[in-house]
């Protein structure tokens, strides 16, 4: 990477103790320190909306920490209240991974043209426009990814989980869905949140985007941007999504002061920014999150869209079925990964899992709609990325258990301690499994896949064309497991 000009070191602002949500929340704040409180957030319309309210409610601050941010209906939204809020005088810092941004160059200038916009990129590329020649002769450092999802405002509130920002995360894409799950976070945790929002921010492998890109940030672009911003809010009024914003269960839970926080002790588990630089692995979230996993004691709940388990994890969770804990995997179908090379990476070693007593299941297809979803969408995908240990703690962040994860990319989460929460999602996520997932068993040393609703069962990779069971096939051919 070619020296760039220095940038300024920023930090996080302190609490806004002048929030009116603050002097709401502060009762419960004060009865519980050094406490963290979380409210699940598992629809995907009630996501999108807890992110406006908070930016609504800011007085200070917002940081965000993306790796995708789409041009959407959603991502034009967001962007869209995050202006008015830097309007209204709060500092907006928002930090993507470079991959996020390969086509939203001039409205990310645009945008920092405005003073209390701030846009950074992690571990960018040069070559703003054939990213595809960047990366073929740049892969050694443009591989390594942030893959990070934080959402502050305030200092007060977070939003940590498994969402980036885009139709398809919010239950606003008609022909793709991902099941995706995020906390809303207040008390210990959120600084915390904030701390590695900072270490990013600042990092040596982060820049902004003012240096990086050909364009200059004006106020002509910014008052360009303005019009274009009014043209299509317009537009979005009469929008079905707009309509279904309104009607969610979270608005009705507020209305109604029902919302039910689950208190508990928090941790937030993060790699460090430079994490490929590092020869002490001890800080990687890997490392953090491995003594959690080996140490249950009855059960653990796997619940990973991306599931590559390699040799090693295979190992390990074989070790814990065969001492008598209950292990369970809930991934992705091949007909509902959105990555056939992943499915792949995970395939070889479903038989030796099963074998062992680990427990598998694979999302469908098309599992049936949830309450704000599209009527009718084509495809629907798992997205959420979760742990929970013996029901009683719960990891929740963008953390997959693949090679990727471990190894290659940047990934942070939220582990809190909370038996109730931790049953109520296990619940939850069994609930869906009898309806929206194939039970994959063994019998005669072959694989077979059950959908328990219908009572029918299948011999070969269910809803799966020929077409993904043959690429399957062929990238399993391929040395690639440690990108996966």
């Known amino acids: 990477m070619p020296e760039l000009p220095p940038k300024p070191i920023e930090t996080a602002l302190p609490l806004a103790t002048n929030s009116p949500l603050y002097r709401i929340m502060r009762p419960q704040l004060d009865a519980h320190a050094n406490q963290t409180a979380v409210y699940p957030l ?60 390969a086509d939203l160059d001039d409205r990310l200038i645009a945008l920092v043209s405005h003073p209390n916009i701030s846009i950074r990129l992690f571990n960018p590329s040069l070559e703003r426009e054939n990213r595809g020649i960047a990366m073929l002769f740049g892969f050694s450092r443009l591989n390594h990814r942030m893959h990070n999802k934080s959402f502050t405002v305030d200092n007060l509130m977070s939003i940590v989980g498994g969402r980036n920002i885009g139709d398809e995360y919010f239950a606003a894409n ?5 099941g995706d799950f995020d906390l809303l976070a207040m008390g210990h945790a959120v600084s915390e949140v904030s701390n590695e929002f900072d270490r990013y921010w600042n990092a040596e492998t982060t820049h902004p985007i003012e240096v990086l890109s050909k364009l200059e940030p004006t106020k002509a672009r910014l008052d360009a941007l303005r019009v274009r911003i009014s043209e299509q809010r317009e537009q979005a009024k009469s929008s079905e999504y707009m309509k279904r914003l309104v009607q969610t269960a979270l608005l009705t839970a507020i209305d109604e002061s029902r919302m039910n926080w689950f208190w508990g002790e928090a941790q937030v588990f993060a790699d460090p920014p430079d994490k ?12 953090r999150l491995i003594p959690q996993l080996t140490g249950v004691e009855s059960q653990l709940f796997i619940i990973s869209p991306y599931f590559v388990p390699t040799q090693a994890g295979t190992d390990l969770l074989i070790k814990l079925a065969k001492s008598g804990k209950r292990v369970r995997v809930l991934t992705n179908s091949l007909a509902a990964t959105d990555v056939i090379a992943v499915h792949a990476g995970y395939k070889p070693y479903r038989k030796a899992l099963l074998a062992a007593g680990v427990e598998i299941y694979e999302m469908k297809a098309q599992p049936g709609q949830s309450a704000h979803s ?14 929970i240990f013996d029901n009683m703690r719960l990891f929740v962040g963008s953390f997959n258990f693949d090679p990727r994860s471990a190894s290659v990319n940047t ?22 499994i009898a309806s929206s997932a194939y039970r994959v068993s063994l019998e005669e040393g072959e694989l077979v896949w059950w959908d328990d ?18 690429m399957a096939n062929f990238f399993g051919l391929l040395p690639i497991e440690s990108q996966l």
């Open 453 to 470: 609703v219908k009572k029918q069962r299948y011999d070969s990779e269910p809803d799966a064309s020929f077409w993904r069971v043959f």
């Open 374 to 387: 599209w009527h009718g969408s084509s495809k629907s995908s798992l997205h959420a990325k979760s742990f």
């Open 276 to 287: 490929l630089n590092q020869e002490d692995q001890s800080q990687w979230l890997i490392s």
């Open 42 to 101: 598992g629809d995907g319309v009630d996501a999108f909306v807890a992110r406006l309210l908070l930016i609504e409610s800011a007085v200070s601050s917002i940081d965000l920490q993306y790796y995708i941010y789409h041009n959407d209906e959603t991502g034009r939204l967001l962007s869209w209240f995050l202006l008015d809020a830097a309007d209204r005088g709060v500092r907006v810092r928002v930090l993507l991974d470079d991959t996020a941004s």
């Open 174 to 178: 008609r022909d793709l869905e991902f």
């Open 411 to 432: 990934e942070m989460g939220i582990l809190i301690a909370q038996p109730e929460l931790s049953h109520q999602v296990a619940t939850s996520i069994e609930f869906r």
